[in-house]
């Protein structure tokens, strides 16, 4: 019963209602979702032409060279990223109140997002140092004991300190609070980190035990099997992607609303 209780009362599932009783605001999340997909391809692209336009008549060092032109083109994904997220949680807040939409404050929430990236880009940095004097035998198994928390802690972060920027606190605070409450508080976010990971071990189950009734009835034919296994591999990606999607796009409404009861 108390189980029951808990799954209802959920903030995963309270978040879920949200979107369900909302469906043209959810329909505008997606659609800027979507926007933001075509503009990162279409900003990919881009900057490959451009690297090749700029490089045959730059002479400075090859290394030097790199970082500029790499640095350059995180700000710019970083500032359309700010954009879109800055709409997106916009489009949330309007969930839970009525809100008018302004940008007054999109340059602090830029700033917000770069420090953060900065910060972990620093403890990255640390990070590759440490692999890299790793003996190989061992590298691989302490790169994923080393990168499953930190890609946790980095989205737990990003998600609490820009919700916390939306409720009005200000960028220093934002960020103080965030990695408190992302260091210490885990008991308010730890349901939406816990559906992602139940969400990957259960699509990894079903995957591989389909996997494997498509090798025990392909058996007998090695070009079934191949042909199989790549329509198979092609719906495995789509699955995944669509299941992950839908757990972030709901997530993020959990994160606002957990810095809401309590920012």
Do not use: C
Not at 189 to 197: A, D, G, K, Q, S
């Amino acid at each position: 019963m108390k189980s029951k209780l808990f799954i209802r009362d959920s903030v995963f599932l309270q978040s879920f209602r949200i979107v369900k009783s909302n469906p043209g605001i959810s329909g505008m999340i997606v659609l800027f979702d979507l926007m933001f997909l075509v503009s990162f391809l279409t900003m990919q692209k881009l900057s490959g032409y451009s690297a090749l336009a700029i490089v045959p008549y730059v002479n400075i060092n090859p290394l030097l060279l790199l970082l500029v032109l790499s640095s350059i083109y995180y700000l710019i994904v970083l500032f359309v990223y700010s954009i879109f997220k800055f709409s997106v949680l916009g489009f949330i807040k309007s969930l839970f109140a009525k809100s008018r939409s302004s940008f007054s404050e999109f340059w602090k929430f830029y700033m917000l997002n770069l420090t953060i990236a900065l910060i972990f880009l620093a403890v990255m940095l640390v990070l590759d140092y440490i692999l890299a004097n790793l003996k190989p035998d061992f590298a691989p198994y302490v790169f994923i004991v080393m990168a499953v928390p930190y890609a946790l802690i980095l989205y737990a972060a990003v998600n609490i300190s820009q919700s916390l920027f939306f409720h009005g606190n200000p960028l220093v605070a934002s960020l103080k609070k965030g990695f408190a409450i992302t260091f210490t508080e885990m008991k308010r976010y730890r349901e939406t980190v816990l559906v992602m990971i139940i969400s990957a071990a259960a699509l990894w189950i079903i995957f591989l035990g389909i996997g494997y009734l498509i090798q025990v009835f392909t058996s007998a034919s090695y070009t079934l099997y191949l042909n199989s296994y790549s329509v198979f591999g092609e719906a495995l990606k789509w699955a995944i992607s669509l299941v992950f999607y839908f757990l972030i796009f709901i997530n993020r409404i959990s994160f606002y609303k957990i810095t809401q009861d309590n920012p």
